[in-house]
């Protein structure tokens, strides 16, 4: 018998959305009981990686304003945005920046005190709220300290959400494995968070972190939910070579330079106004441009690249201002970026696409939200710009912890669990997964799978490639077969886990 936690709302994630989510559910009032469930501690995150910024238009005096936010928006999307979603969010927006400033952000600051902005690619002013070159630190510090303020906040961290439950269209729970136990539980709650994000470890060059596996959108499809967008990735002009960790476009922002072989400034023969700040698929395309023409720099590995130049910024600004992105420049490809230029190519960045939700992130299964990269509205259509999609998290956290606390504070009782998906679960992990198991190794399944995808669907495709690489794909799973599993223990069994991240 599986055992059951009662609580009000799930969450699933831990990352800004999942937070955000929280804080607003809980804050409402005090007898909703919310549970952050998450396959690792709040603290590791992807979300604390952000180094750039959190857009949003706080000066109007200035000549900013939100039709220009949403202009901009709609045309970095190539003008395949939900324009009612973007206008709803470029509104929010502000709100989100102020209530971090006052639960503690230590944004940066202007000279008069006031939280100072820099230009971020695709905008057209500066909008792009930071806190140094470590946002995503400060934010989900700020955020998760405020989440321990509230008593009727649990967290259940490395927890693995293996499924969504529901009956008649209606969410009842989830299922999620105990990682320390190996124990398969059920939350049974009346309404559902997903905020799991996006689906960027599908390939091997890539700025996501290892615990971004895309199992929110596996789930939902799982029970019928649409996935739509989902063609639209994004890559950020600057991973570095050859990690694939993200340079933030805060070092664009700060008035890097983008050179090919001939120390030439390229940008200017493809986007001549916007030039390193156009966005960021102009950017990603014209690097790939210069390379594939030969002018850019040879890697051994075939990750052939172009060069970030931050050299004429100087000591002082670097250090003051994108301390990270030197330590990482430093720590992982051995280069001080105030004496020599950082390799750079385009990376898997972003998922615009995601799990079908309505202006209000509803999904059609009633009483289940998605927030964040995880879902679909759509603000950002085939492309993102810069700094939005940290606003996306904040905005979508609190609009859908909002909609799931007055819907339960609305629900009278709880409604059946549905044992019988219960029991399908718990015999697909242990039965037919962790006991009984066969097909290749897993570990090389997900390397072959990552390398076909950054091969065949990176930032030029055709549909010669498409069709081989959707080939290997298929091969691929008819020779993961149910998942390999070699360590039959059940506590801390990162193999188990690992196969069940390839299977979603």
Same mark, same amino acid.
């Given at each position: 018998?599986?055992?059951?936690?009662?609580?009000?709302?799930?969450?699933?994630?831990?990352?800004?959305?999942?937070?955000?989510?929280?804080?607003?559910?809980?804050?409402?009032?005090?007898?909703?009981?919310?549970?952050?469930?998450?396959?690792?501690?709040?603290?590791?995150?992807?979300?604390?990686?952000?180094?750039?910024?959190?857009?949003?238009?706080?000066?109007?005096?200035?000549?900013?304003?939100?039709?220009?936010?949403?202009?901009?928006?709609?045309?970095?999307?190539?003008?395949?945005?939900?324009?009612?979603?973007?206008?709803?969010?470029?509104?929010?927006?502000?709100?989100?920046?102020?209530?971090?400033?006052?639960?503690?952000?230590?944004?940066?600051?202007?000279?008069?005190?006031?939280?100072?902005?820099?230009?971020?690619?695709?905008?057209?002013?500066?909008?792009?709220?930071?806190?140094?070159?470590?946002?995503?630190?400060?934010?989900?510090?700020?955020?998760?300290?405020?989440?321990?303020?509230?008593?009727?906040?649990?967290?259940?961290?490395?927890?693995?959400?293996?499924?969504?439950?529901?009956?008649?269209?209606?969410?009842?729970?989830?299922?999620?494995?105990?990682?320390?136990?190996?124990?398969?539980?059920?939350?049974?709650?009346?309404?559902?968070?997903?905020?799991?994000?996006?689906?960027?470890?599908?390939?091997?060059?890539?700025?996501?972190?290892?615990?971004?596996?895309?199992?929110?959108?596996?789930?939902?499809?799982?029970?019928?939910?649409?996935?739509?967008?989902?063609?639209?990735?994004?890559?950020?002009?600057?991973?570095?070579?050859?990690?694939?960790?993200?340079?933030?476009?805060?070092?664009?922002?700060?008035?890097?330079?983008?050179?090919?072989t001939q120390g030439?400034?390229?940008?200017?023969?493809?986007?001549?106004?916007?030039?390193?700040?156009?966005?960021?698929?102009?950017v990603s395309r014209?690097?790939?441009?210069?390379?594939?023409?030969?002018?850019?720099?040879?890697?051994?590995?075939?990750?052939?690249?172009?060069?970030?130049?931050?050299?004429?910024?100087?000591?002082?600004?670097?250090?003051?201002? /994108?301390?990270?992105?030197?330590?990482?420049?430093?720590?992982?490809?051995?280069?001080?970026?105030?004496d020599e230029p950082?390799?750079?190519?385009?990376?898997?960045?972003?998922?615009?696409?995601?799990?079908?939700?309505?202006?209000?992130?509803?999904?059609?299964?009633?009483? /289940?939200?998605?927030?964040?990269?995880?879902?679909?509205?759509?603000?950002?259509?085939?492309?993102?710009?810069?700094?939005?999609?940290?606003?996306?998290?904040?905005?979508?956290?609190?609009?859908?912890?909002?909609?799931?606390?007055?819907?339960?504070?609305?629900?009278?009782?709880?409604?059946?669990?549905?044992?019988?998906?219960?029991?399908?679960?718990?015999?697909?992990?242990?039965?037919?997964?962790?006991?009984?198991?066969?097909?290749?190794?897993?570990?090389?399944?997900?390397?072959?799978?990552?390398?076909?995808?950054?091969?065949?669907?990176?930032?030029?495709?055709?549909?010669?490639?498409?069709?081989?690489?959707?080939?290997?794909?298929?091969?691929?799973?008819?020779?993961?077969?149910?998942?390999?599993?070699?360590?039959?223990?059940?506590?801390?069994?990162?193999?188990?886990?690992?196969?069940?991240?390839?299977?979603?």
């Amino acid at each position: 018998m599986v055992d059951k936690i009662n609580t009000d709302i799930a969450i699933i994630g831990s990352g800004l959305a999942g937070l955000r989510a929280a804080i607003e559910a809980a804050s409402i009032d005090s007898k909703i009981q919310v549970s952050v469930i998450s396959k690792v501690h709040a603290m590791r995150s992807h979300s604390v990686a952000y180094a750039g910024g959190t857009g949003a238009v706080l000066y109007p005096d200035e000549g900013d304003s939100f039709d220009l936010h949403a202009f901009d928006t709609v045309k970095g999307s190539d003008y395949l945005a939900d324009q009612d979603a973007v206008e709803l969010f470029i509104r929010l927006a502000p709100l989100e920046i102020l209530r971090l400033e006052h639960w503690g952000m230590p944004w940066s600051r202007r000279p008069d005190g006031r939280i100072d902005q820099r230009p971020f690619g695709g905008h057209s002013f500066d909008r792009a709220c930071y806190a140094s070159d470590k946002t995503g630190l400060h934010a989900m510090q700020t955020l998760y300290n405020t989440c321990l303020k509230y008593d009727n906040i649990t967290f259940y961290h490395e927890w693995f959400a293996s499924s969504i439950l529901v009956e008649d269209n209606e969410f009842r729970g989830f299922t999620a494995l105990e990682m320390k136990s190996g124990e398969l539980y059920i939350f049974e709650a009346k309404a559902g968070i997903l905020a799991t994000g996006g689906a960027g470890r599908l390939y091997s060059f890539t700025t996501y972190g290892h615990s971004a596996t895309a199992e929110g959108m596996s789930m939902a499809y799982r029970v019928g939910i649409p996935l739509k967008d989902m063609e639209f990735i994004q890559f950020h002009p600057t991973g570095l070579v050859p990690s694939g960790i993200l340079i933030s476009e805060a070092a664009r922002g700060e008035g890097g330079y983008l050179r090919n072989t001939q120390g030439e400034r390229f940008m200017s023969r493809y986007a001549p106004e916007k030039m390193e700040l156009a966005p960021r698929d102009i950017v990603s395309r014209a690097m790939m441009r210069e390379i594939i023409e030969g002018r850019g720099f040879k890697e051994p590995n075939g990750l052939d690249y172009v060069h970030l130049d931050l050299t004429h910024l100087g000591e002082n600004i670097i250090d003051e201002k /994108l301390t990270e992105i030197k330590m990482i420049a430093m720590k992982f490809a051995g280069i001080n970026p105030v004496d020599e230029p950082v390799p750079v190519r385009p990376v898997a960045h972003y998922t615009m696409g995601g799990v079908h939700v309505d202006i209000n992130g509803q999904t059609p299964v009633k009483g /289940l939200w998605a927030a964040g990269e995880v879902n679909c509205v759509s603000i950002h259509g085939a492309n993102r710009l810069g700094c939005n999609s940290t606003t996306d998290c904040l905005v979508y956290g609190y609009i859908t912890g909002k909609n799931a606390a007055e819907y339960v504070l609305k629900k009278t009782s709880r409604n059946d669990i549905p044992y019988i998906q219960v029991e399908k679960e718990e015999k697909r992990i242990f039965d037919e997964i962790l006991k009984g198991g066969f097909g290749d190794d897993p570990y090389l399944i997900r390397r072959e799978m990552q390398n076909a995808m950054t091969q065949h669907a990176y930032v030029f495709r055709d549909g010669k490639g498409l069709e081989e690489g959707l080939r290997k794909i298929r091969e691929l799973r008819k020779r993961f077969g149910t998942g390999n599993v070699n360590d039959k223990s059940r506590e801390f069994n990162q193999n188990l886990i690992n196969v069940l991240e390839l299977d979603a």
